[in-house]
T-cell receptor, first 112, second 111 residues
Framework: AAGVIQSPRHLIKEKRETATLKCYPI?????VYWYQQGPGQDPQFLIS???????DKGSIPDRFSAQQFSDYHSELNMSSLELGDSALYFC???????????FGDGTRLSIL | RKEVEQDPGPFNVPEGATVAFNCTYS??????FFWYRQDCRKEPKLLMS???SGNEDGRFTAQLNRASQYISLLIRDSKLSDSATYLC????????????FGRGTSLIVHP
């Protein structure tokens, strides 16, 4: 069965650069979530979209923005990257809100 | 105080043992509950949803106690492959559905 696809798997950037992470949800899933997971931490909710509209916002810095496109894929744009942004970034999708989420493999972002 | 709390463990148990984890949540309006497992540096994988009446999937049983605001996960006949971190997730109610993770409980099953 198709799963959530994230790209790239690994990304290395320098401070103050920008990065774009992509997420392709499971077909027919209408809800997408973004999470940030630092070493030894639990996943922190950043933002979610339902039917291409922003639904809820968590601890997403102002330097980050995200959107969901007409084909339901989503992108997380990160600017003015800081060392503390180094983390695993997960995308998840679900069929409807308040439903079980299915996670992608994640993007490992390293800031030098 | 974190909104969703779990004992981080580790729980160190022999193969074949029964082990139980609890997860408490602070928002009484919370609406949906899930258990995930996460292996080191991998994505969380859905283990099971937690229903009000309790539910079972093979060796795994999940229960919800709304009065005391906790969910539990029971694993019977532990296998080496059950070694992982178990995360509970609570969708906070009150008009938003922000999923909140606990910090996870580490389980180590040894021969």
């Amino acid at each position: 069965a198709a799963g959530v696809i994230q790209s790239p798997r690994h990304l290395i950037k320098e401070k103050r650069e920008t990065a774009t992470l992509k997420c392709y949800p499971i077909p027919r899933h209408d809800t997408v979530y973004w999470y940030q997971q630092g070493p030894g931490q639990d996943p922190q909710f950043l933002i979610s979209f339902y039917e291409k509209m922003q639904s809820d916002k968590g601890s997403i810095p102002d330097r980050f923005s995200a959107q969901q496109f007409s084909d339901y894929h989503s992108e997380l744009n990160m600017s003015s990257l800081e060392l503390g942004d180094s983390a695993l970034y997960f995308c998840a999708s679900s069929l409807g809100y308040n439903q079980p989420q299915h996670f992608g493999d994640g993007t490992r972002l390293s800031i030098l | 105080r974190k909104e969703v709390e779990q004992d981080p463990g580790p729980f160190n148990v022999p193969e074949g043992a029964t082990v139980a984890f609890n997860c408490t949540y602070s928002n009484s309006a919370s609406q949906s509950f899930f258990w995930y497992r996460q292996d080191c540096r991998k994505e969380p994988k859905l283990l099971m949803s937690v229903y009000s009446s309790g539910n079972e999937d093979g060796r795994f049983t999940a229960q919800l106690n709304r009065a005391s605001q906790y969910i539990s996960l029971l694993i019977r006949d532990s296998k080496l492959s059950d070694s992982a971190t178990y995360l509970c997730v609570v969708n906070m109610g009150g008009g938003s559905y922000i999923p909140t993770f606990g910090r996870g409980t580490s389980l180590i099953v040894h021969p």
